[in-house]
Structures are given as structure tokens and as C-alpha cells.
């Protein structure tokens, strides 16, 4: 090689280097939170409180040394923060929030490490109200939120996220205990907005990962195993693979950044003690074109976003994995959800009566951050119930967990319901007065049931229009109600109703619908239910007699999977009258089990013809215990039918992205799906929806974890099981012998509208209240009121209750347009709103608003949930 050669080789060399700006690497420790799987309570909350001590000490020793160098630590989950709070004095937590705001210590919203597909939209939010509340009180915002380790990831998490306040977010997955590990190793992004519907996103960092290697893409990206003897060399190797990584010259590179990070360090370990061998690591491999930090998370954030303002976005859902194992509990986990729903309803009456009663539930704070905790933790990832720990000690853990959740919404509930009633006027002494509630943001018919001892005859009397409304007797629960139809419950407020002795004979109704064997018929459906308890056909009376059910695969609708459809005792009929009737099917093939089927009036005296919704009302029970899995099939007379549920914050059409869908071609688990609210299928002009409380997740057909039986007309709603194994989950439902499944059926002849179908499962869900009424005569209260409306049917109120810093601080109003495109509403009170604010959804003012003429226009971007501060007038 001649000089002329060697010198223009070496000038190439030279521009090549040149031409890429220096890297900036970001090492993150920390020590990954395996709750209740690597250590149980007692060992993990004196873990948080020894390593915040430490790194509190470390961060002091090094103050002075360059920023870089400087001791940072990252807690996992904010639970870390509130058990040091709860074990250490004031002035020791005022030390830790110290260094948070410094920028040494960071937390993110959540609580822990969490699965949170199978989680309902509001637990979600209310597992991260202990930061709010920090928040608040301290004036700081945790701007990072994560979930990691679990290899899936739902698409409306984004939204929440962001609306609660989070700016970023990181994954690292264990490709372990996983069905799709072989899929990770080459993502569509590395460096993504993580976006929701509502164009709301967080900046997510999840690189590639490859199974049995030692690249980054882990949840301690930090460390090449579980073992290291070198704990400096192996750290400090972290640094020339990230820098490797980054690549702005090569065309198509996987990687087109300068700055790369490898966040966490903890792996399965209880505790981490390591602050000066991440110092030492970045002294060590930092060169004049290489910049390395020790990290706080946050920092590598600022920088992407400071140099890459345009980031590709991305907005798919990857499926459910490690999220589907709290149906190994199925029973436990479904009593969460149905207190989740409840909520709704208790808050919104806690809100209307701490209008004027301030003390209703003001002795309830300790049991309500105790819920807000339990909801925090009852998802955390470690479901899969295989480490130290053992099985019964983790499932005796969910227990409390969920017993924190519905003992505080239960003492909520009834003591709300009895506040109200006192605060109404009893009426004469030999009267019984009552009211019925609508927790929900439009007016409202529908059935509600009073407890109730009189005999018979009695007639119900509408007071604030005296005249008599269709009613009758029923029993439930070994109980004795009267059901009435309750006509146009206002907007988030009540209706007085009177019980009176009947004087005479009743007006004969007819029954509300027809029984003859095995068929029960209303003016909208016929349906024919076996003795097995499926429902092996259903007609549309409406749609022309159009026949709704087709088995497929050898299963029929409402089937639990039974061999022999007439296998079971007689068929029961119960509670028949002029408003509802129910079939009762009682079988043992292949399970014990009993299925109560229930078809309403739709007119009659009353009750106008265009009442009460074409609704049917689906109780599944199973009364044996089960280790294997188990699901409720319904199949459809459909023809390649698209199916759309609501996921989380979201409501997905379920295809891949490539075909207009919203799951992700590649890297996603597609056999169960989040089944939240609603699923519905539908084409151009005709569909079914089903309404669902009790079921986290459903499986389109035969989908399994690579493929997505996209068009399939059977929906199977996971009744509960241990899906990927006997080593994942906890065996055998704990024990558990007693389950509820609630559904509800209706079809519409009309394309798909999200705000139909979440209207109508909304309505199945939360059931009219009804509450006795124990005022004295001189109480001065209308018949009639509502407490909140808005002017937009499709923006729906999702929660309503009083602040969490106390009712002083107004009612906190959550809203969802349901649909894809901008909308405004105006919200009003029974009394002028004085102030308002938007704010996050957990509650820290963002902006302030203002109300005109005492109501307050607010406007909504595409499917956008939104978070309101509303202070009235006194």
C-alpha cells in the first residue's frame, strides 16, 4: 500500500468518525421488584427501607463529585415510597421526596410491577392515587410510569398514562415463562411514542430481545446474568454494546440514535448494594467521543426528547401473557372487578350526599387509601406464582387484597345508601317510601328491585307524579324484593317511589314473557334454553326472525362446554310477572353448574313501548372446583363478523394493523384478548353485543398465541384455569367451589357504534339503586333531582366522586368521548359551578377553566378520557 493510499484511508477514517456525534450512554440501577415471588411482604417492605437508606447515604457521599458520577437510584413502583413513609419518621421521608425532587431518586406511578391486561380501566388509575397524592402535598410530578418483565402489553394503557401525568416509560421483558420469546428479538420500534386513540402518548424505550444472549432488552439490562462474580466488569460491558447500538450512518438502522441506556440492574434479587460499582463503571468507560451517566431514567428521556422531537408513534396492542394468570383465581379476581363497577355507583351517591353532609364518609380515609393500595397490587406481575414464595402464601395475599378492596366499596356503598334516605322525606308513618338512583350520566328506564317484607297485593306509586307504575314480587337471594319499572331516572340523581296496600284486585297484566318448555319468548327474542343450560337457539323477532346462534366447533351459545345438551335437571321457571320472567337450567355435564336466563317486558302498563331495552339477562354459576380451563362459548349465525371489545382506556377492533386491526403483526400474543365491558360482533348492518363483569379475557374461535382467528363467530369467555400450564398460576382456583358469571345480550340492526354498545353494558352493570327512605316529614327535599348532566350523548361520565383531598376540594368528574372524532359537552350541577379545572387523573390540577353561567364547556379529542375539578356554589 502506497503513502497516497494509506492517507486517503486513514482521511476516510477520520470523516467516518466525525461525521457520528459523540454517544451519550445512560446506566440506570435498580433492583427489580418481584412482590410476593422472590420475598413476601415483610421481606420486601424491609428491603425498601434498607436500600432507600443506603442509596439516601450514597447519594450524600458523592454530592460533590461530578454530576455524572453521582449516586442515582430507581424505584420500581411507588410503593416503595409509602412504605418508607410508613416505617420511617417525617423528617426521613421529607429527606427522600428531597432527593426525588433533586432528580437522585426517581418513582414512577405505579405501584409496582403490574399485568395490566387484565385489569379494568378504573383499577388502573386508582392503583397510582398514592402519587397523586404525594403530588399534591409535596408539589412534584412523577413523570415515568412502567410495566416490564410480562412480554405483552395493552394499547389504551398509553392514554391513562398519559392522562395521569406520565411522560415516559421503559420495557424490559424476561422472555421466560412465555409463549412468544422467540418472537422478541426484532421490534417494528425500539424508540416509540406509545400512543393512545387520543393522540395522548409516553415516550417509550423497549429494545429487542433475544432469549438466551446477553444483548440489552431485559429487566436488568444493566447485567448479563442472575450470577456475576465481577460485578464492574460486567456493568461496564453494558457500554460499548449500547454504543455499538447506536448507528445514525447505516441506512434502515435498527437503532438511527446517539443515545442508548441500559436501565435496571436488581434482576430476581431481594436486595441491591451497589452504588459505587455504577460510578466506577461510568469512570471507567467514558472516552472523549463516548459520554456515560449514571442515570435516573428520567435524564435519558430529556435527552431523546431535546435532540429526536420526532419520534415514530406507534398505537397496537401486543395481547395478554403473564396478565392471564389471575384467572387462576378467577373467582377472587371477578369479586375485584364487580367492586371496581360498584364504585360507580357508591361515589356517585357519596358525592351527592357530602354535598350536604360532610361527614359521610370522613372517618373512611384509612380504608380508602387501603383499597386504592390493594388495587395497586392485586395485578402485580409475579401472578405466575413459581419463585420462593409459595402458592398458598401468594393466594392467601390476593385474598387480602381483594377483601381491602370490596370491604371499603361495600361500607361506601350502604353507608351512602342509607345517608341519602335519610335526607328524604318518609312521607305518612304507615308509608313506604323509597328511591331509585341512576349512577350514570342520561336519563334512564329500567327495573329496579326494592327489599321489601310486605305481602301481597301492593302497588308502587310514583310520587312526584302519583300515579302507580308496573311492579312485582320477586325473590333473590332467599330475599323477597318488589321490581318495579322505574321510568326516566334523571341524570346522576334519584326518583321517589311510595309502596302502598292494594285496595281490590289488581289489574291482570300479562306476563312479560311466554314460557312453554324449553322456549321463553318475549316481543323482541325467542330463545331455547336445554337442561344443560346452553342456549341452543335464539331468534331475532325483530330482524325479521333472524336465527342468531349456529354452534361451531361442536359448541352452541352460553355453553360451558357440555357433551350432552339435554344432560340436567327440569327446566325451573322463576320470578315470572309483568315485567321479567326467568328459566332456570340446573346440570352437572361437564361441570355443576346453573344458568338463570331472563327476558323483560317491553310494553305494558306503565311502561311504554319503547322502554325497556331489548335485553337479556345471562347468571352463569359453577358450584364445583376445576383445575383445567374452562369457558363460556357463545357462537353466532355470522359470516366472517369483525369483532371490537373494550381493552383498556380503549376500544380495539380486533385484526392486526396490517389489515386495519388494532393488534400488532408482530411481537404480540393474540389467543385471549382483554374483554372488559363489552365484545361485540357485527358486520355492515347486523351484530351481537355481550355484555360482561366477571371474565378478563375472551378468545376469538380457535386463535392461539401465533395466530388470530380474526372473522371467527365464536367468542369464549375464559371462565377461569390455569391457561399456560400447571406450573403458572395458582392450581386448582385455590380451593374455590362457588363462581358468578354475569352477561347480557343484545343485537342491533345497524354497523358497529361504541357508544351503544358501552351504553348498554354500562346500563346491564350498574342496576338501578334503590334505598328506603328514613327522613322525617319536615325534611324539604324534591321528589325528583339530578346532580350532574352533561349535553353530549356520547361523551359518558366514567366516575364522580368527592375530591381525595375532601369534599372542600370539589367533586372530581371523569368522562370518556366514546367516539373517534373531536366533541365538546357542558357539564352542569344541580347548583353553579364556581371553579373548575382540568386535571389528571389522579387528581393534580393541570389547567385551570372557567365555567360561564355556572357550567363549564369542556372539549375532547378522538376517544379521549378526561379528568374535571368542580367546585359549586354553596
Known amino acids: ?189 425500539q424508540l416509540y411514542r406509545y400512543m393512545g386513540f387520543d393522540n395522548r402518548s409516553v415516550l417509550m424505550k423497549w429494545y429487542n430481545r433475544h432469549p438466551k444472549s446477553v444483548d440489552i432488552g431485559g429487566y436488568a439490562e444493566a447485567r448479563t446474568e442472575p450470577k456475576v462474580k465481577n460485578p464492574l466488569s460486567d456493568i461496564s460491558s453494558r457500554v460499548p ?22 436501565f435496571g440492574y436488581g434482576w430476581d434479587d431481594l436486595e441491591t448494594y451497589n452504588a459505587p460499582i455504577f460510578s466506577a463503571a461510568v469512570r471507567q468507560t467514558a472516552t472523549p467521543t463516548r459520554k456515560v451517566r449514571v442515570s435516573n431514567e428520567e435524564d435519558f428521556f430529556r435527552d431523546v426528547e431535546q435532540t429526536y422531537p420526532t419520534i415514530p408513534a406507534q398505537s397496537v396492542s401486543f395481547g395478554n401473557e403473564w396478565d392471564l394468570y389471575s384467572t387462576s383465581m378467577n373467582e377472587t379476581t ?247 320472567v326467568t328459566l332456570k337450567a340446573v346440570s352437572r355435564d361437564p361441570i355443576a353448574h346453573t344458568v338463570r336466563v331472563t327476558l323483560f317486558r317491553t310494553s305494558g302498563t306503565g311502561m311504554p313501548d319503547h322502554g325497556m331495552p331489548s335485553r337479556i339477562d345471562i347468571e352463569d354459576s359453577i358450584q364445583a372446583n376445576f383445575g383445567d380451563v374452562k369457558t363460556w362459548a357463545f357462537s353466532l349465525n355470522m359470516t366472517n363478523p369483525t369483532t371490537r ?48 363483569q366477571d371474565c378478563s379475557f375472551f378468545k376469538l374461535g380457535q386463535s392461539t398465541p401465533d395466530s388470530l382467528q380474526e372473522t371467527s363467530a365464536q367468542l369464549q369467555a375464559l371462565a377461569g384455569g390455569q391457561v399456560d400450564g400447571e406450573k403458572l398460576g395458582i392450581i386448582k382456583q385455590n380451593g374455590a367451589e362457588a363462581f358468578r358469571y354475569s352477561f347480557a345480550v343484545t343485537t342491533h340492526r345497524a354497523t358497529f357504534n361504541a357508544s351503544e354498545a358501552m351504553r348498554f353494558s354500562l346500563e346491564h352493570q350498574n342496576p338501578l339503586v334503590t334505598g328506603g327512605i328514613t327522613g322525617t316529614s319536615t325534611v324539604n327535599t324534591p321528589p325528583v333531582f339530578s346532580l350532574l348532566t352533561g349535553s353530549n350523548p356520547n361523551v359518558f361520565l366514567w366516575s364522580l366522586k368527592p375530591s381525595e383531598d375532601g369534599i372542600d376540594q370539589g367533586l372530581i368528574a371523569r368522562f370518556w368521548n366514546m367516539q373517534p372524532t373531536p366533541t365538546t359537552t357542558t357539564i352542569g350541577l344541580s347548583r353553579p359551578i364556581r371553579q373548575a379545572w382540568q386535571t389528571s387523573h389522579i387528581e393534580t390540577n393541570e389547567q385551570v377553566l372557567q365555567p360561564a353561567k355556572g357550567r363549564l364547556s369542556v372539549q375532547f379529542m378522538p376517544n379521549q378520557l378526561n379528568t374535571y375539578r368542580l367546585v359549586g356554589n354553596k
Not at 372 to 377: E, H, N
Not at 499 to 522: D, F, M, T
Not at 670 to 681: E, K, S
Request: net charge positive; hydrophobic share 35%; charged share 25%.
Open 241 to 262: 454494546l449500547l454504543e455499538a447500538m447506536c448507528d445514525t450512518i447505516t441506512p434502515n438502522s435498527a437503532y438511527p440514535y446517539n443515545v442508548a441506556g441500559a
Open 1 to 189: 500500500m502506497n503513502l497516497y493510499h494509506l492517507a486517503f484511508l486513514t482521511f476516510l477514517s477520520l470523516s467516518t468518525v466525525l461525521a457520528q456525534p459523540a454517544k451519550r450512554i445512560y446506566l440506570a440501577n435498580d433492583d427489580h421488584t418481584d412482590y410476593m415471588w422472590t420475598g413476601n411482604e415483610a421481606q420486601y417492605d424491609s428491603a425498601f427501607v434498607r436500600m432507600l437508606d443506603y442509596y439516601m447515604n450514597q447519594i450524600d457521599s458523592t454530592k460533590n463529585e461530578p454530576d455524572e458520577y453521582q449516586t442515582r437510584w430507581n424505584c420500581d413502583g411507588s410503593y416503595w415510597l409509602r412504605t418508607y413513609q410508613k416505617y420511617r419518621s417525617p423528617a426521613q421521608f421529607d429527606r427522600l421526596i428531597g432527593y426525588i425532587k433533586s432528580g437522585h431518586i426517581s418513582s414512577p406511578l405505579n405501584s409496582l410491577v403490574s399485568t395490566f391486561g387484565a385489569q379494568p380501566t378504573e383499577a388502573v388509575l386508582r392503583g397510582m392515587f398514592y402519587a397523586g397524592r404525594l403530588e399534591r402535598r409535596y408539589n412534584l410530578r412523577f413523570p415515568m410510569a412502567v410495566c416490564m418483565e410480562n412480554q405483552t402489553l395493552p394499547l389504551g394503557l398509553s392514554s391513562l398514562w398519559a392522562g395521569s401525568g406520565a411522560r415516559y416509560s421503559w420495557r424490559g421483558v424476561c422472555a421466560c415463562a412465555s409463549r412468544i420469546q422467540t418472537r422478541l428479538g426484532s421490534r417494528k420500534h
Open 334 to 580: 371477578a369479586q375485584v372487578r364487580r367492586a371496581t363497577e360498584k364504585l360507580r355507583s357508591a361515589e356517585a351517591l357519596a358525592s351527592l350526599v357530602a354535598l350536604q353532609d360532610k361527614s359521610v364518609a370522613a372517618d373512611l380515609e384509612t380504608a380508602r387509601h387501603s383499597a386504592w393500595d390493594a388495587f395497586g397490587l392485586y395485578w402485580e406481575h409475579d401472578w405466575t406464582a413459581d419463585g420462593p414464595v409459595s402458592r398458598k402464601e401468594r393466594a392467601d395475599w390476593q385474598i387480602r387484597l381483594q377483601r381491602q378492596i370490596t370491604s371499603y366499596v361495600d361500607t361506601l356503598y350502604d353507608r351512602s345508601v342509607a345517608a341519602l334516605g335519610k335526607r328524604l322525606p318518609r312521607g305518612s308513618s304507615a308509608a313506604i317510601r323509597f328511591y331509585v338512583f341512576n349512577p350514570l350520566n342520561w336519563e334512564r328506564s329500567d327495573v329496579a328491585d326494592f327489599q321489601i317484607n310486605l305481602p301481597d297485593p301492593v302497588r308502587v306509586i310514583d310520587v312526584s307524579t302519583n300515579k302507580e307504575v308496573a311492579s312485582q314480587l320477586i325473590q333473590k337471594g332467599g330475599k323477597r324484593y318488589i321490581r318495579i319499572w322505574a321510568e326516566k331516572i334523571p341524570s346522576v340523581g334519584y326518583t321517589v317511589f311510595e309502596v302502598r296496600r292494594r285496595s281490590g284486585k289488581a289489574v291482570q297484566q300479562p306476563l312479560a314473557a311466554q314460557v312453554r318448555g324449553e322456549y321463553i319468548q318475549n316481543r323482541h327474542y325467542r330463545l331455547r334454553l336445554r337442561k344443560s343450560g346452553i342456549i341452543s337457539e335464539l331468534v331475532d323477532l325483530r330482524a325479521g326472525n333472524r336465527s342468531v346462534v349456529k354452534a361451531i366447533d361442536g359448541r352452541s351459545f352460553n355453553d360451558l362446554g357440555t357433551a350432552n345438551p339435554d344432560a340436567g335437571d327440569a327446566l325451573v321457571v322463576e320470578n315470572a310477572g309483568p315485567l321479567s
Open 645 to 692: 371489545h373494550e381493552e383498556l382506556g380503549a376500544v380495539l377492533t380486533v385484526k392486526k394493523e396490517h389489515r386495519g386491526g388494532h393488534y400488532a403483526s408482530q411481537n404480540a400474543r393474540y389467543d385471549w384478548l382483554t374483554f372488559n365491558h363489552f365484545a361485540t360482533l357485527s358486520d355492515s348492518n347486523y351484530g351481537v353485543t355481550l355484555s360482561n
